[in-house]
T-cell receptor
């Protein structure tokens, strides 16, 4: 049973560019959330997708956008990259928004470096 | 706004010691609490999940307790090993308007030396 799969593993982009990160949830999960983790910090919530809609959003600018597909996989897009966007981006999947006995399952993350 | 704090920020101990990691949260209206382990540069591995109606959960050498009314959780690690070296993160799942959102602490960085 595959867990959460994220791609790519590492990415280097230049300021001002755009990037797309991808996530396939754990089999059976229907909800995908994205988190940004800066070095030495705890993960910060970006947004959550359920039934192909953005259900919640954290304190991130509109440069951060996403999408969920009918097969529950998801993409995170970041436009006009800033140096401060350099971080580990984590995808987490769950059932019914994490409000079950099973909690969240995280992927290995995508390390984004903006130069 | 929910805030999660973890103490201590870092801990370095010899192999074999029993450890207690602390987590506190400001809003007791939580759905559940989850402890994760993170190795350097890697993703999060779930260790234990405690529902808001539960007091504790155990898995092998790990035991997590939850006191929702006081906004505290502890992760107890028995007979620590060098392989336990990692960052341990505590996260709560909120109720109410942000139902399902995880709020994380900054973690406790644990080093167990032989």
């Amino acid at each position: 049973d595959a867990g959460v799969t994220q791609s790519p593993t590492h990415l280097i982009k230049t300021r001002g560019q755009q990037v797309t990160l991808r996530c396939s949830p754990k089999s059976g999960h229907d909800t995908v959330s994205w988190y940004q983790q800066a070095l030495g910090q705890g993960p910060q919530f970006i947004f959550q997708y359920y039934e192909e809609e953005e259900r919640q959003r954290g304190n991130f600018p509109d440069r951060f956008s996403g999408h969920q597909f009918p097969n529950y996989s998801s993409e995170l897009n970041v436009n006009a990259l800033l140096l401060g966007d350099s971080a580990l981006y984590l995808c987490a999947s769950s059932l019914a928004g994490g409000t079950t006995n099973y909690g969240y399952t995280f992927g290995s993350g995508t390390r984004l470096t903006v130069v | 706004k929910q805030e999660v704090t973890q103490i201590p920020a870092a801990l370095s101990v010899p192999e074999g010691e029993n450890l207690v990691l602390n987590c506190s949260f400001t809003d007791s209206a939580i759905y559940n609490l989850q402890w994760f382990r993170q190795d350097p540069g890697k993703g999060l591995t779930s260790l234990l999940l405690i529902q808001s109606s539960q007091r504790e959960q155990t898995s092998g050498r790990l035991n997590a307790s939850l006191d929702k009314s006081s906004g505290r959780s502890t992760l107890y690690i028995a007979a620590s090993q060098p392989g336990d070296s990692a960052t341990y993160l505590c996260a709560v799942v909120a109720r109410g308007s942000t139902l399902g959102r995880l709020y994380f602490g900054r973690g406790t960085q644990l080093t167990v030396w032989p």
